[in-house]
């Protein structure tokens, strides 16, 4: 019985030393997996920063980039396990079903980082600069993985989603050097013509914002009922539009004034053909005839 029991126990420490031997083997081959998957992963990420961070803001690149480092350490997690018998098929379509239901979930958020992506790669926009998109006016403040932040004209916040950013007709008032200046004012029938189109040109010509090439125009565009409108047109620098409008708008008044050149109201000439009364009021004593 004594000898029996020795050989059991025996076979049990053998049996037992060779399940620790082929486990070993199993759970070296998985650390070597992870330590392997590891190591791509800070390579990856590595490269993806020096490549990316040189042509794209931080808020776009470090998402791209946490999001790779951790899809790999995830991969090699899962492969560490086939050593121990896991069957990745079933892990794989288990893996893809949910992925397709949380990609369902998510498709608004993830087109919005798209289409942010994009809009940084494209760069039809940028902080600070004056923009209209769809029908929102106002300059850019922050450019986000999910959102544009734009500050209206009357100091409102707006927030527009990427995707919707992306898909709207934008104008860029800052896309190029200059920019032109269009606007009409009306002078009186009675004005001489060319004296006023000589003192709108003196103005423009005085004005330091207004450039010379393209040369500026001023010419009569409309007769209309009450005044001559006289259109004019000149080009600045982008960045001092609004400050030379308002000085076009403000100066021409007084530039005008000083010629002898009336900026009239609307008004209406009135013909009188006949003298005799339209209405003819008869009127009689009430009273009287009540008493009679």
């Not at 899809?71 to 018998?85: C, D, E, N, V």
């Not at 039809?124 to 734009?150: C, F």
């Not at 104008?171 to 029938?189: C, E, L, M, P, Q």
């Not at 009569?220 to 259109?231: G, K, Q, T």
């Amino acid at each position: 019985m004594a000898g029996a029991e020795n050989v059991t126990a025996r076979e049990s420490i053998v049996g037992m030393a060779g399940y620790l031997k082929v486990n070993a083997l199993k759970i070296a081959e998985a650390v070597a997996i992870l330590v392997l998957g590891a190591l791509i992963a800070v390579l990856v990420r590595s490269s993806m920063r020096r490549a990316l961070s040189v042509r794209l803001p931080t808020y776009i690149y470090k998402p791209l980039e946490n999001f790779t480092f951790y899809s790999i350490l995830a991969t090699a997690g899962i492969l560490a396990l086939y050593p121990f018998g896991l069957n990745l098929g079933s892990l794989l379509v288990a893996g893809g079903f949910a992925g397709i239901v949380v990609g369902l979930a998510a498709q608004n958020s993830l087109g919005n980082v798209i289409s942010g992506l994009f809009l940084v790669i494209e760069q039809p926009l940028k902080v600070g600069d004056p923009v209209t998109i769809g029908n929102v006016s106002g300059e850019v403040i922050d450019l986000r993985v999910m959102s544009l932040l734009i500050r209206t004209w009357d100091g409102y916040l707006v927030r527009i989603p990427n995707q919707t950013v992306f898909n709207s007709i934008i104008t860029n008032y800052s896309g190029t050097k200059a920019r032109r200046i269009d606007f009409i004012v009306g002078v009186h029938y009675d004005s001489d013509i060319d004296r006023a189109i000589r003192a709108i040109k003196k103005y423009i010509d005085d004005n330091p914002y207004c450039l010379v090439s393209p040369s500026p125009e001023v010419f009569v565009d409309e007769y209309a009922d009450s005044s001559i409108n006289i259109r004019i047109r000149c080009w600045t620098p982008t960045r001092m539009w609004y400050p030379a409008k308002m000085d076009l708008q403000t100066g021409l008044k007084k530039a005008l004034e000083k010629e002898g050149i009336q900026i009239p109201y609307p008004q209406l000439d009135l013909h009188i053909v006949s003298s005799e009364p339209v209405f003819r009021v008869e009127t009689c004593n009430c009273r009287r005839e009540k008493e009679a």
